[in-house]
C-alpha cells in the first residue's frame, strides 16, 4: 500500500478483520435471530448517538441475559424469529431514520454491531454514502 502511510502489517491486520467481519455479518445474515416485541408489538429498538438499533438475540439465553440486565426478567418477553437479513434488508430501510441491528447487546465485547453502512444494509439506508451514491446517481 504504497503511499497509504500504512505498514504492511497493519495493513494485512486491516484485512484479516475485514475478512473476519465478512464472514460474521454472512453467518448473521443467514442465522434466524430473536427480536423482541416492544410497544404495539414493533420490533424492540434502543437509540444510540443519533442512530436506532433493532435489539436481536442468538437465542433465549441472550435475550435472558438482557432481561436480567434490565431488571425485568420476571415479565414474559414476545419475540418473533426472524432472518439476520431479513432485518438488514427490510426492517433497517422500513424504519425510516438511520437504523443498524444491535446483536446480543447484553453481552459486552461477545456482542455484535451493524451499522446502518453501505456494505451492511441496502445503499438507501447507509449514513455512510451521499445522496447521489445512495440513490443510485438520480437525486
Known amino acids: 500500500m504504497a503511499g497509504s502511510g500504512i ?3 497493519q495493513a494485512a491486520e486491516v484485512a484479516a ?3 473476519e467481519f465478512a464472514e460474521l455479518l454472512g453467518e448473521f ?3 434466524p435471530v430473536l427480536v423482541p416485541l416492544g410497544d404495539e408489538q414493533a420490533l424492540l429498538t434502543a437509540d ?5 438499533f433493532i435489539l436481536a438475540f442468538s437465542d433465549e439465553q441472550a435475550l435472558a441475559r438482557y432481561a436480567t440486565a434490565r431488571g425485568e426478567s ?3 418477553w414476545m419475540y418473533q424469529r426472524v432472518l439476520g437479513a431479513r432485518l438488514l434488508d427490510v426492517a433497517v430501510p422500513a424504519a425510516g431514520v ?3 441491528v444491535a446483536l446480543d447487546c447484553a453481552d459486552g465485547s461477545d456482542g455484535m454491531v451493524f451499522p ?5 444494509v441496502p445503499d438507501g439506508a447507509a449514513v455512510d454514502l451521499d445522496d447521489e451514491a445512495r440513490h443510485g446517481g438520480a437525486v
Do not use: D, K, M, S
Not at 444510540?48 to 436506532?52: S, T
Not at 446502518?116 to 451492511?120: D, F, H, L, N
Open 116 to 120: 446502518p453502512v453501505a456494505g451492511i
Open 98 to 100: 438511520p437504523c443498524g
Open 17 to 19: 478483520r475485514r475478512r
Open 74 to 76: 420476571a415479565r414474559e
Open 29 to 31: 445474515r443467514r442465522t
Open 7 to 9: 505498514a504492511p502489517a
Open 48 to 52: 444510540f448517538n443519533g442512530i436506532r
